[in-house]
């Protein structure tokens, strides 16, 4: 004897299906930026402690000093570029955000003084 079981749609198949939104995307996002130039900011101290070794008196100087330099600034380089493209785009979706949620707040005052008469 079969027996005929209900079937549950997957809701992500659905069209038309609206997610809520991550509360916490934009703290994760500024987290991992931070994550990002501290991961700079250990490349340069890395670059700064090999510069310093490499400059003790009486030693040959394994890397050249004009080298590091090209490093560091090269580093530096990437590291505003990164940032500035980054920030840009976040800039720019921020941007978005505040004009729809300013266009819903208008509507929630238009709604709220209509109801107060």
Known sequence: MAIDKAKRSNPLAQPNTRRRPNPQL????????QHLNRGYGI???NLNRLEHLDNK???????????LRNIHNRTEELRAFANHALLQTLAGRE???AI????LRI???KRS?????
């Open 26 to 33: 934009k703290a994760q996002l500024l987290d991992s930026l």
């Open 43 to 45: 490349a340069l101290s």
């Open 57 to 67: 008196k009486g030693k040959p100087e394994i890397f050249p000093a004009a080298c």
């Open 95 to 97: 941007g978005q955000e």
């Open 100 to 103: 729809r949620f300013g266009r």
């Open 107 to 109: 509507r929630q005052e």
């Open 113 to 117: 003084t209509k109801r107060s008469y």
